[in-house]
Protein backbone atom coordinates (compact mmCIF):
# COMPACT_ATOMS: atom_id res chain seq x y z
CA UNK A 1 0.00 0.00 0.00
CA UNK A 2 1.18 3.31 -1.21
CA UNK A 3 1.83 5.41 1.74
CA UNK A 4 3.08 9.08 2.72
CA UNK A 5 4.19 9.96 6.18
CA UNK A 6 4.55 13.18 8.26
CA UNK A 7 5.27 14.16 11.70
CA UNK A 8 1.70 15.82 12.55
CA UNK A 9 3.45 18.01 15.22
CA UNK A 10 2.61 20.64 16.37
CA UNK A 11 5.85 22.55 14.97
CA UNK A 12 6.65 25.91 16.61
CA UNK A 13 8.76 28.17 15.51
CA UNK A 14 8.94 32.04 16.13
CA UNK A 15 8.61 34.58 13.76
CA UNK A 16 11.27 34.85 10.78
CA UNK A 17 12.93 31.41 11.53
CA UNK A 18 13.31 28.98 9.20
CA UNK A 19 10.44 26.61 9.26
CA UNK A 20 11.10 22.89 8.20
CA UNK A 21 8.63 20.28 7.22
CA UNK A 22 9.63 16.37 6.61
CA UNK A 23 7.70 13.60 4.33
CA UNK A 24 8.92 9.94 3.18
CA UNK A 25 6.76 7.97 0.69
CA UNK A 26 7.00 4.75 0.10
CA UNK A 27 6.30 3.65 -3.48
CA UNK A 28 9.70 4.35 -5.01
CA UNK A 29 7.94 4.87 -8.48
CA UNK A 30 6.56 8.19 -7.10
CA UNK A 31 7.45 10.50 -10.06
CA UNK A 32 5.83 13.75 -8.88
CA UNK A 33 5.78 15.64 -5.28
CA UNK A 34 3.38 18.41 -3.84
CA UNK A 35 3.06 20.37 -0.83
CA UNK A 36 -0.45 21.44 -0.15
CA UNK A 37 -1.45 24.38 2.61
CA UNK A 38 -4.75 23.58 3.90
CA UNK A 39 -6.08 26.08 6.76
CA UNK A 40 -9.11 24.62 8.80
CA UNK A 41 -12.03 23.80 6.84
CA UNK A 42 -11.05 24.63 3.74
CA UNK A 43 -9.54 22.59 0.65
CA UNK A 44 -5.53 22.83 0.07
CA UNK A 45 -3.99 25.23 -2.34
CA UNK A 46 -1.10 24.55 -3.45
CA UNK A 47 2.47 25.96 -3.02
CA UNK A 48 5.11 23.87 -4.85
CA UNK A 49 5.70 21.15 -6.54
CA UNK A 50 9.08 18.88 -7.57
CA UNK A 51 10.13 16.29 -10.06
CA UNK A 52 13.72 16.78 -10.13
CA UNK A 53 15.87 15.68 -7.47
CA UNK A 54 17.59 18.77 -5.86
CA UNK A 55 16.54 21.69 -4.43
CA UNK A 56 13.54 24.16 -6.16
CA UNK A 57 13.36 27.54 -4.65
CA UNK A 58 9.92 29.76 -5.23
CA UNK A 59 10.00 33.02 -2.95
CA UNK A 60 10.20 31.66 0.88
CA UNK A 61 9.83 28.39 0.11
CA UNK A 62 11.88 25.68 -1.05
CA UNK A 63 11.01 22.12 -1.81
CA UNK A 64 14.08 19.62 -1.70
CA UNK A 65 13.42 16.18 -2.83
CA UNK A 66 16.26 13.12 -2.65
CA UNK A 67 14.27 10.00 -4.46
CA UNK A 68 16.88 7.28 -3.24
CA UNK A 69 15.99 8.43 0.29
CA UNK A 70 12.58 8.50 -0.62
CA UNK A 71 12.01 11.91 1.17
CA UNK A 72 11.16 15.11 0.01
CA UNK A 73 11.23 18.53 2.63
CA UNK A 74 9.59 21.94 2.29
CA UNK A 75 11.50 25.05 3.77
CA UNK A 76 9.71 27.88 4.64
CA UNK A 77 12.37 31.06 5.82
CA UNK A 78 11.24 34.34 7.10
CA UNK A 79 8.37 32.35 8.71
CA UNK A 80 5.09 34.40 9.04
CA UNK A 81 2.35 34.36 12.04
CA UNK A 82 -0.05 33.83 8.42
CA UNK A 83 1.98 30.98 7.55
CA UNK A 84 0.69 28.58 10.39
CA UNK A 85 -1.74 26.32 8.93
CA UNK A 86 -1.56 22.49 8.33
CA UNK A 87 0.99 21.84 5.14
CA UNK A 88 0.07 18.47 3.08
CA UNK A 89 2.67 16.20 1.06
CA UNK A 90 1.13 14.84 -1.57
CA UNK A 91 2.81 11.84 -3.90
CA UNK A 92 1.43 11.01 -7.59
CA UNK A 93 2.88 7.59 -8.96
CA UNK A 94 2.13 8.10 -12.50
CA UNK A 95 0.50 10.92 -15.13
CA UNK A 96 -3.32 10.80 -14.48
CA UNK A 97 -3.47 9.45 -11.32
CA UNK A 98 -4.92 10.92 -8.17
CA UNK A 99 -2.33 12.34 -5.47
CA UNK A 100 -1.65 10.49 -2.10
CA UNK A 101 -1.58 12.33 1.06
CA UNK A 102 -0.19 12.69 4.37
CA UNK A 103 -1.59 13.01 7.59
CA UNK A 104 -0.31 17.03 7.38
CA UNK A 105 2.39 18.89 9.67
CA UNK A 106 0.89 21.14 12.12
CA UNK A 107 2.90 24.85 12.02
CA UNK A 108 2.64 26.94 13.89
CA UNK A 109 4.55 30.45 13.90
CA UNK A 110 4.89 32.75 16.80
CA UNK A 111 4.72 36.54 16.89
CA UNK B 1 -7.70 29.68 -15.00
CA UNK B 2 -8.32 26.07 -13.63
CA UNK B 3 -11.18 27.04 -11.36
CA UNK B 4 -13.59 24.17 -9.43
CA UNK B 5 -16.29 25.05 -8.25
CA UNK B 6 -18.01 22.58 -5.42
CA UNK B 7 -21.29 23.18 -3.99
CA UNK B 8 -22.94 22.79 -1.55
CA UNK B 9 -20.19 24.11 0.89
CA UNK B 10 -22.26 23.13 3.73
CA UNK B 11 -24.70 20.53 4.26
CA UNK B 12 -26.62 19.71 7.47
CA UNK B 13 -29.37 16.55 7.06
CA UNK B 14 -31.32 13.82 8.73
CA UNK B 15 -30.23 10.18 9.23
CA UNK B 16 -31.26 8.26 5.93
CA UNK B 17 -31.23 10.84 3.72
CA UNK B 18 -29.56 11.09 0.40
CA UNK B 19 -27.17 14.28 -0.23
CA UNK B 20 -25.37 15.32 -3.77
CA UNK B 21 -22.43 16.98 -4.05
CA UNK B 22 -21.94 18.85 -7.23
CA UNK B 23 -18.37 19.27 -8.71
CA UNK B 24 -17.92 21.53 -11.72
CA UNK B 25 -14.80 22.63 -13.73
CA UNK B 26 -15.51 26.09 -14.71
CA UNK B 27 -12.58 27.09 -17.59
CA UNK B 28 -11.64 23.44 -18.43
CA UNK B 29 -13.07 20.29 -19.22
CA UNK B 30 -11.95 17.83 -16.96
CA UNK B 31 -11.87 14.28 -17.93
CA UNK B 32 -10.90 12.94 -14.97
CA UNK B 33 -11.84 14.12 -11.35
CA UNK B 34 -11.36 12.86 -7.78
CA UNK B 35 -13.56 12.27 -4.61
CA UNK B 36 -11.56 13.18 -1.51
CA UNK B 37 -12.54 12.50 2.08
CA UNK B 38 -11.28 13.99 5.18
CA UNK B 39 -12.11 13.34 8.53
CA UNK B 40 -10.97 15.75 11.39
CA UNK B 41 -7.19 16.35 11.78
CA UNK B 42 -7.21 13.01 9.46
CA UNK B 43 -5.57 13.27 6.06
CA UNK B 44 -7.71 13.62 2.74
CA UNK B 45 -8.14 9.73 1.71
CA UNK B 46 -8.89 9.07 -2.12
CA UNK B 47 -12.72 7.85 -2.24
CA UNK B 48 -12.89 7.87 -6.37
CA UNK B 49 -11.49 8.23 -9.60
CA UNK B 50 -14.18 9.87 -11.81
CA UNK B 51 -13.65 9.43 -15.77
CA UNK B 52 -16.01 10.89 -18.01
CA UNK B 53 -18.46 8.81 -19.58
CA UNK B 54 -17.68 5.60 -17.98
CA UNK B 55 -18.04 4.40 -13.96
CA UNK B 56 -15.96 5.53 -11.62
CA UNK B 57 -13.36 3.08 -10.11
CA UNK B 58 -13.44 3.23 -6.18
CA UNK B 59 -10.83 2.88 -3.45
CA UNK B 60 -10.74 -0.25 -1.34
CA UNK B 61 -13.25 0.21 1.63
CA UNK B 62 -15.39 2.70 -0.05
CA UNK B 63 -18.87 1.38 -1.02
CA UNK B 64 -19.75 2.35 -4.21
CA UNK B 65 -23.10 1.56 -3.84
CA UNK B 66 -23.76 4.27 -1.05
CA UNK B 67 -21.42 6.66 -2.89
CA UNK B 68 -23.03 6.90 -6.34
CA UNK B 69 -20.34 8.84 -8.53
CA UNK B 70 -21.62 10.26 -11.96
CA UNK B 71 -19.33 11.95 -14.37
CA UNK B 72 -21.91 12.63 -17.24
CA UNK B 73 -19.65 15.34 -19.01
CA UNK B 74 -16.76 16.78 -18.74
CA UNK B 75 -17.51 19.83 -16.20
CA UNK B 76 -19.54 18.02 -14.41
CA UNK B 77 -19.18 15.29 -11.78
CA UNK B 78 -21.61 14.32 -8.85
CA UNK B 79 -21.21 12.24 -5.38
CA UNK B 80 -24.25 11.30 -3.69
CA UNK B 81 -24.55 10.12 -0.42
CA UNK B 82 -27.20 7.90 0.07
CA UNK B 83 -28.71 7.05 3.17
CA UNK B 84 -26.70 8.64 4.90
CA UNK B 85 -25.86 8.11 8.67
CA UNK B 86 -23.52 10.28 11.19
CA UNK B 87 -20.44 8.13 10.20
CA UNK B 88 -20.41 9.83 6.88
CA UNK B 89 -20.36 13.23 8.47
CA UNK B 90 -17.14 14.57 7.00
CA UNK B 91 -15.26 16.98 5.00
CA UNK B 92 -15.83 15.90 0.96
CA UNK B 93 -13.45 17.62 -1.65
CA UNK B 94 -13.58 16.93 -5.59
CA UNK B 95 -10.21 17.61 -7.81
CA UNK B 96 -9.06 17.90 -11.35
CA UNK B 97 -5.92 17.95 -13.26
CA UNK B 98 -6.72 20.87 -16.22
CA UNK B 99 -4.57 20.53 -19.73
CA UNK B 100 -1.66 22.44 -19.91
CA UNK B 101 -1.18 22.45 -16.05
CA UNK B 102 0.99 19.33 -16.24
CA UNK B 103 0.91 16.96 -12.92
CA UNK B 104 -0.97 19.32 -10.45
CA UNK B 105 -5.00 19.01 -9.26
CA UNK B 106 -6.82 21.62 -8.78
CA UNK B 107 -9.20 21.02 -5.77
CA UNK B 108 -13.44 22.44 -4.76
CA UNK B 109 -13.60 24.72 -1.68
CA UNK B 110 -15.24 21.57 -0.16
CA UNK B 111 -18.07 20.16 1.31
CA UNK B 112 -18.86 19.66 5.19
CA UNK B 113 -21.56 17.52 5.60
CA UNK B 114 -22.94 16.87 8.95
CA UNK B 115 -25.58 13.92 9.46
CA UNK B 116 -27.40 14.23 12.62
Known amino acids: QKEVEQNSGPLSVPEGAIASLNCTYS??????FFWYRQYSGKSPELIMF????GDKEDGRFTAQLNKASQYVSLLIRDSQPSDSATYLCAVKSQAGTALIFGKGTTLSVSS | GAVVSQHPSRVICKSGTSVKIECRSL??????MFWYRQFPKQSLMLMAT?????????EQGVEKDKFLINHASLTLSTLTVTSAHPEDSSFYICSASAPGQGEKLFFGSGTQLSVL
Open chain 2, 50 to 58: SNEGSKATY
Open chain 1, 27 to 32: DRGSQS
Open chain 1, 50 to 53: IYSN
Open chain 2, 27 to 32: DFQATT
